[in-house]
């Protein structure tokens, strides 16, 4: 590796490499370390999508209302084990004062900022970095059983409609066929979001990230970071194996593990992990020609290079609590059920860490007790299409550049007061 590079990375997941690539486009040496080596964590197994046009965020009056039904079903979209309900209490207390009307107004807008810099940047970030073939522009289809549950997406694409996100609305199985044959006749209602494109295979993409970092000269390693230090001449990450890096400037990308690394900067970052699941179903499982969203059912099938993925919901059980992959065959058996034609049979089954704030806004900005640390973390579902902007607005940070977007939405301090 490099001695002494201008810039490391903490994280190889799409976030951290995407960032890398940033950085070395300006001329800066870049090292990336991880715990686990590329495309280890969130970003193998995630849906596949770029949602431009998710711009309302999770933490939300509907979340709020839903949860108490949702709760009702160990397997259903949303979970929480008993034995980890202590400790999620506090993040979750945040989240209900996130769900503030005005709160939830001044996310949507931080989130159209980022989405809309996502949007401008992605193909050209793709061209840069040999990776544009692998861009499919199929769009989303969210799919409904009733006349209510449509009406409250409307008024959702509307909302996107507003930053600048196309969308249309179809009613009817005869409607929501001609965009995708072989759905139950149960589901009546749909909208289709064009401002949704996919990633081939999300593990293949981040690897070619990583792939072509490394033939353009920069470094990518393996080891575990514990904690970092300020010295009199720059930054250093500690590895748990005893090694230290040192380095002109951090960029902190670690994905759900990003937290208990800034710690030893003095920072406690209310960060939890949504552990989601989901099942890749080979080639052939299903004639699936654009994304398909279950939203009253918090799943989702996505067609990829390598497969169908089905996946998705959100169990709110911290790092280390074994996984429970009967939540994944249920998602899949729910499939089964609404895309009567699927072959379920040789699937491959997989549980990973999303990285999210209780405001569904990610962290990205200097740490304030150690100026040559940034942060970038925290992108929960988003994390893939928001990669490019992200590592936009880590690179012009770096170079001590103004930021494309207003960064005050996104400051690492913005919890110290706030419940």
């Known amino acids: 590796m490099i001695a002494r590079p201008d810039v490391l990375v903490i994280g190889a997941g799409v976030i951290g490499l995407s960032a890398a690539h940033a950085a070395l486009a300006r001329g800066l040496s870049v090292h990336v370390v991880d715990r686990e080596g590329p495309a280890a964590g969130a970003s193998a197994g995630n849906a596949g999508g770029f949602a431009f046009a998710e711009v309302h ?24 084990p008993p034995r980890y309900a202590p400790r999620i209490a506090p993040w979750m207390a945040r989240f209900a004062c996130a769900s503030l009307p005005h709160r939830v107004a001044a996310a949507t807008d931080a989130q159209a900022g980022l989405m809309r810099l996502a949007r401008a940047t992605l193909e050209p970030f793709m061209s840069t970095t040999g990776t544009l073939a692998m861009l499919r522009k199929t769009g989303q289809l969210q799919v409904h059983e009733t006349a209510h549950a449509f009406a409250a997406d409307c008024r959702g694409r509307e909302e996107a409609a507003r930053f600048g996100f196309g969308w249309r609305s179809l009613i009817g199985p005869d409607a929501i066929s001609e965009i995708q044959p072989g759905l139950s006749p149960r589901f009546t209602h749909a909208t289709f979001t064009e401002d949704w494109w996919a990633i081939a295979d999300p593990k293949l993409y981040v690897l070619a990230l990583a792939a072509a970092l490394e033939a353009k000269g920069a470094t990518v390693g393996v080891g575990e970071v514990r904690r970092i230090a300020v010295g009199g001449n720059g930054v250093t990450a500690h590895l748990a194996d005893g090694r230290a890096l040192p380095a002109g400037q951090i960029v902190l990308a670690a994905g759900a593990h990003s937290h208990r690394i800034a710690r030893s900067l003095g920072d406690r970052i209310p960060l939890e992990t949504e552990r989601g699941y989901n099942t890749t179903l080979p080639p052939g499982a299903f004639g699936l020609r654009c994304h398909i969203t279950f939203a009253a059912h918090g799943f989702v099938a996505s067609p990829l290079s390598t497969g169908i993925r089905i996946g998705g919901a959100v169990e709110l059980g911290g790092l280390n609590l074994p996984p429970n992959y009967a939540r994944s065959r249920a998602m899949l058996a ?86």
Request: aromatic share 8%.
């Open 57 to 80: 965020p999770l933490a939300s009056p509907e979340t709020l209302l839903a949860s108490p039904r949702w709760l009702l079903d160990p397997l259903g979209p949303l979970a929480i």
């Open 334 to 419: 729910k499939a089964k059920d609404f895309l009567p034609e699927l072959r379920t049979e040789g699937g491959t089954e997989w549980m990973g860490f999303r990285p999210s704030l209780p405001d569904s806004l990610p962290i990205i900005g200097r740490c304030a007790k150690a100026p040559d640390v940034l942060y970038a973390f925290g992108h929960g579902h988003l994390g893939l299409t928001q990669s490019s902007a992200t590592a936009t607005l880590v690179a012009e940070l770096l170079m001590r550049q103004n930021p494309s977007i207003d960064l005050a939405p996104f400051d690492p301090g913005r919890f110290r007061w706030v419940l």
